[in-house]
Nanobody, 122 residues
């Protein structure tokens, strides 16, 4: 499994970004997908997860109501729409994949992308 995240950048507080993750897999619907973030000097933290069929989603409390995870299994793509961005959202964002449906900070996905930097200025 190879994951390629993109879409990061510099945005002002209150702005929006859409992260994309291209997955090199045969059948993306077999995988639960997720996003994690890692801010400078901090451990990686769970952001959002979506089940293989997209029937289930789960979000960290810090992003609930602002971020939306979605997927297009036909295109092998996963997205993270980030609205109302705050300076504390500044981090490297990683796309992840797992054959199991898991979520939260205790989730340890076996596959990770290279990360994309999101910087939110105040």
């Amino acid at each position: 499994v190879q994951l390629q995240a993109s879409g990061g950048g510099l945005v002002q507080a209150g702005g929006s970004l859409r992260l994309s993750c291209a997955a090199s897999v045969h059948t993306l619907s077999n995988y639960a997908m997720g996003w994690f973030q890692q801010a400078p000097g901090k451990e990686r933290e769970f952001v959002a997860a979506i089940s293989g069929s997209a029937g289930n989603t789960y979000y960290a409390d810090s992003v609930k109501g602002r971020f939306t995870i979605s997927r297009d299994n036909a295109k092998n793509m996963v997205y993270l729409q980030m609205n109302s961005l705050k300076p504390e959202d500044t981090a490297v964002y990683y796309c992840t994949a797992d054959l199991r449906w898991r979520y939260g900070n205790s989730w340890s996905p076996p596959w990770w992308g290279q990360g994309t930097q999101v910087t939110v200025s105040s």
